[in-house]
């Protein structure tokens, strides 16, 4: 099984940045894909984006985060990040990282049924 532990989150104004952390201990964190999901307050889990395994790390983002977030990976460090550019006040939300399943490959990882590990999560606040 893989733990993850989510950082960086915080308040920020609209326009500025933010970059998210997410630190993966466990086996296998190269042979997993990795995605971050949100939830605003009275609102289901959303996808964000997300990065695989395999093919030097494809990139999947939702529409919504497209052209502002970027999802990076550092292997060496069982690590995942998000940075964010540009936020706006409807990113405003509790952040989630997930992990995938060794070797489970999926057409963009939008799902959460694509994933089988979840952190805590971490608030982000984003203010007009």
């Known amino acids: 099984q893989v733990q993850l532990v989510e950082s960086g989150g915080g308040l920020a104004q609209a326009g500025g940045s933010l970059r998210l952390s997410c630190a993966a201990s466990g086996r296998s964190f190269n042979l997993r894909a990795m995605g971050w999901f949100r939830q605003a307050p009275g609102k289901e889990r959303d996808f964000v984006a997300a990065i695989s395994w395999s093919g030097g790390g494809n990139t999947y983002y939702a529409d919504s985060v497209k052209g502002r977030f970027t999802i990076s990976r550092d292997n060496a460090k069982n690590s995942v990040y998000l940075q964010m550019e540009s936020l706006k006040p409807e990113d405003t939300a509790v952040y989630y990282c997930?992990?995938?399943?060794?070797?489970?490959?999926?057409?963009?990882?939008?799902?959460?049924?694509?994933?089988?590990?979840w952190g805590q999560g971490t608030q982000v606040t984003v203010s007009s």
């Open positions: 997930a992990a995938g399943r060794i070797f489970y490959s999926s057409k963009d990882y939008s799902r959460e049924a694509d994933f089988e590990a």
